[in-house]
């Protein structure tokens, strides 16, 4: 299983990013998928998540009404559509799959992930 996350780079305040994560190699038949993001000397923390069946959605406070998620099922990845950027968004952002039944709280939970990508840079600045 390859989760392959690409879109991070350098923006300045205000500005727009989308994140793709495409898998590859994988077995489960339903399956939720995920961000996450890190800021430097900070632990890891959620950022969104959409289920497999009803495309249910779930953010942090601090992201909702900026940020989107979706997916697209024939081509097995997840977007992470990224708006009115803040210096606060400065992190390297993760994309995780799980084959956890999804709730709101399973699908907030870093444990509840079976699979990581390996991060793209997000670097908001002027």
């Known amino acids: 299983v390859q989760l392959q996350a690409s879109g991070g780079g350098l923006v300045q305040p205000g500005g727009s990013l989308r994140l793709s994560c495409a898998r590859s190699g994988f077995v489960y038949d339903d399956y939720a998928m995920a961000w996450f993001r890190q800021a430097p000397g900070k632990g890891r923390e959620f950022v969104a998540a959409?289920?497999?069946?009803?495309?249910?959605?779930h953010y942090s406070d601090s992201v909702k009404g900026r940020y989107a998620i979706s997916r697209d099922n024939a081509l097995n990845t997840v977007y992470l559509q990224m708006n009115g950027l803040k210096p606060e968004d400065t992190a390297v952002y993760y994309c995780?799959?799980?084959?956890?039944?999804?709730?709101?709280?399973?699908?907030?939970?870093?444990?509840?992930?079976?699979?990581w990508g390996q991060g793209t840079l997000v670097t908001v600045s002027s």
């Open positions: 959409i289920s497999w069946s009803y495309f249910i959605t």
């Open positions: 995780a799959v799980g084959s956890m039944y999804y709730t709101r709280e399973t699908a907030t939970k870093e444990t509840s992930y079976d699979y």
